[in-house]
C-alpha cells in the first residue's frame, strides 16, 4: 500500500476503469476484496473514492453489502468527512436494518449532528 493518499485514491478510480474495460480480470484479482478494505483507509477521500468505486462495481448485484462493521466505522468518521463526502455514507443506511431497538438510537446518535 503507498503512503500517498492520492495515489490510494487514483488507484481506485483505476481500479473501476480495470473493471469497465476486464471485469473478469478485475474478479480474477478479486480486487472486489481489497476496495473493501479500502473503506478503513485512514484518509477520508480514499474511502470515499472506494466506496463510490464499490457501488459502481456491485450495481448490477444490488449494492454494496452493508455490514455493521463498517457502517459504524464510516459513520464514526462522518465528523472528518466533507458534506460530500458525507452523502453516500448517509445513504448506505436506507440499506440497512438494524438488528435491535436500540441500534436506531446509536445510529441517530451518530448522525444527527449531519441531518
Known amino acids: 500500500v503507498d503512503k500517498s493518499?492520492?495515489?490510494?485514491?487514483t488507484s481506485l478510480l483505476a481500479t473501476l476503469k480495470l473493471f469497465q474495460m476486464a471485469p473478469e480480470t478485475f474478479r480474477q484479482m478479486q480486487l472486489?476484496?481489497?476496495m473493501y478494505g479500502?473503506?478503513?483507509d485512514n484518509d477520508t477521500s480514499v474511502?470515499?473514492?472506494?466506496?463510490?468505486?464499490?457501488?459502481?462495481?456491485?450495481?448490477?448485484q444490488g449494492g454494496i453489502e452493508v455490514k455493521k462493521k463498517i457502517l459504524y466505522f464510516l459513520l464514526n468518521?462522518?465528523?472528518?468527512m466533507s458534506?460530500?463526502?458525507?452523502?453516500?455514507?448517509l445513504n448506505?443506511?436506507?440499506?440497512?436494518?438494524?438488528?435491535?431497538?436500540?441500534?436506531?438510537?446509536?445510529i441517530m446518535n451518530l448522525i444527527e449532528e449531519y441531518l
Not at 468518521?77 to 472528518?80: M, S, T
Not at 458534506?83 to 455514507?89: D, H, L, S, T
Open 77 to 80: 468518521r462522518l465528523g472528518e
Open 83 to 89: 458534506e460530500g463526502q458525507r452523502i453516500p455514507v
Open 47 to 60: 474511502a470515499h473514492n472506494a466506496l463510490a468505486v464499490l457501488h459502481e462495481v456491485l450495481r448490477e
Open 5 to 9: 493518499p492520492y495515489v490510494r485514491k
Open 38 to 40: 479500502m473503506l478503513r
Open 92 to 106: 448506505l443506511l436506507l440499506r440497512y436494518t438494524p438488528e435491535k431497538e436500540g441500534e436506531v438510537f446509536e
Open 32 to 34: 472486489e476484496d481489497k
